[in-house]
């Protein structure tokens, strides 16, 4: 509530929304709260989470079905860890 008493702007408000409640889940049906980050904090990390991305990218455009021996516990990883939510 303080925050909305000390600015209108939108962009600052959503900004201390998305760090008090969270982005939710990526994938996923829930809307907010937390998500499961064991390393990162969404708010304070996009820079590092920025660097990631671009790194997965890499590996993406190099491995597309992570059929490399290289790839193959990054393949395990992402299907333990999302075999319920996304179809690989």
């Given at each position: 509530m303080k925050i909305m008493c000390e600015t209108?702007?939108?962009?600052?408000?959503?900004?201390?929304d998305?760090?008090?409640?969270g982005s939710g889940e990526f994938f996923g049906t829930r809307q907010h709260g937390l998500p499961e980050f064991k390393i990162a904090n969404l708010f304070e990390d996009i820079e590092m989470l920025k660097s990631v991305?671009?790194?997965?990218?890499?590996?993406?455009?190099?491995?597309?079905?992570?059929e490399k021996e290289k790839?193959?516990?990054?393949?395990?990883?992402?299907?333990?860890?999302?075999?319920?939510?996304?179809e690989i």
């Open positions: 209108n702007n939108g962009f600052i408000i959503s900004e201390k998305l760090e008090l409640r991305q671009s790194v997965a990218i890499k590996i993406m455009e190099d491995d597309p079905n992570l790839n193959k516990k990054l393949k395990e990883q992402i299907e333990n860890k999302f075999k319920d939510r996304i």
